[in-house]
């Protein structure tokens, strides 16, 4: 296991390393200063930012397999496309798919990262909350086809308007 201590709007993943310690977790990805000697046989790998060095471990690993994929976004319905598509397509191809609604920064990453020599396609959901996240999700993904649902309401605070959201 990878434990990445990640930064959010309401938690940081800091503060969760003794817990995943006591649970056998040995090996962090951190940003922020930490006692190690709180953890004599972990390994600690200090970075930048560890959002994004979880993006470009998925972009990599996205990168080591030649599958086709689908990235499927739009203000409402990934999820349900992503399924239906799935059920069409797993009976011809070995699919790999975005577990649950796993269209975030975080959820991409750990999506990609399911990626498999066993894979043929992939379909993945990318969700936007602000201007700059779909660059991120392109750049990981590189999606040889790509679906939009539609342009509704869900995820506005983020954006100044709707013309805005739609070029994101």
């Known amino acids: 296991s990878l434990f990445f201590a990640i930064r959010g709007k309401r938690q940081n993943g800091h503060h969760f390393i003794k817990d995943a310690y006591q649970k056998g977790v040995r ?3 951190i940003d922020e200063k930490i006692n190690i000697l709180e953890f004599p046989q972990a390994f600690f790998l200090t970075v930048n930012n560890t ?6 471990l998925a972009t990599y690993h996205r990168r080591q397999f030649n599958i086709s994929t689908i990235g499927i976004t739009g203000s409402n319905g990934k999820t349900i496309v992503k399924e239906w598509l799935f059920q ?7 699919v790999v798919r975005s577990p649950k609604s796993y ?29 700059g996240e779909m660059a991120h999700h392109h750049s990981m993904l590189d999606p040889d086809i790509g679906i939009f649902t539609n342009l509704g309401t869900a995820h506005d ?3 100044a308007d ?4 739609a070029r994101e």
Request: hydrophobic share 45%; aromatic share 10%; glycine share 10%.
């Open 27 to 29: 090996f962090f990805v």
């Open 157 to 159: 605070a983020g954006f």
């Open 103 to 131: 269209n975030s920064q975080i959820g991409m990453s750990l999506s990609l990262l399911h990626i498999d020599t066993t894979h043929e396609l992939g379909i993945f959901e990318a969700g936007i909350s602000e201007v």
């Open 51 to 56: 959002a994004q060095a979880l993006q470009q």
């Open 162 to 165: 709707q013309e805005e959201k």
């Open 88 to 94: 069409l397509l797993h009976g011809e191809f070995s």
